[in-house]
């Protein structure tokens, strides 16, 4: 069974920096497309980053683009989002989920077969 757990979450000051950790079982995470999705209080998921080892290629919402970056440890089967320069709206529980779809865009945060239990990151000002 396919399983993604995330962690790394946690208070920060604005202008500060997190890595969040999604860990993957069940699966080879290098095989799927690892999205990176947040939910703020009260609002929407939105997409925001999106990252296929398998195809080299990546997509970056504007809104964390220059901010956020992802990678992946293979060792661990387990890909990074860092987050630099964080800012009070970014304040959300964040998400990793799988697909096994090629990524083409931002059609990338949409079919996917796993998804973590997300970790909260909050952002004082």
């Known amino acids: 069974e396919k399983h993604l757990v995330e962690s790394g979450g946690g208070l920060v000051q604005t202008g500060g920096s997190l890595r969040l950790s999604c860990a993957a079982s069940?699966?080879?995470?290098?095989?799927?497309?690892i999205g990176w999705f947040r939910q703020a209080p009260g609002k929407a998921r939105e997409g925001v980053l999106c990252i296929s080892n398998r195809e080299g290629s990546r997509y970056t919402t504007g809104s964390v683009k220059g901010r956020f970056t992802a990678s992946t440890d293979n060792a661990k089967n387990t890909v990074y989002l860092q987050m630099n320069s964080l800012k009070p709206e970014d304040t959300a529980v964040y998400y990793c989920?799988?697909?096994?779809?090629?990524?083409?865009?931002?059609?990338?945060?949409?079919?996917?077969?796993?998804w973590g239990q997300g970790t909260l990151v909050t952002v004082s000002s």
């Open positions: 989920a799988a697909s096994a779809r090629p990524l083409r865009g931002s059609t990338c945060f949409t079919n996917q077969e796993v």
């Open positions: 069940g699966f080879i995470i290098d095989d799927y497309v």
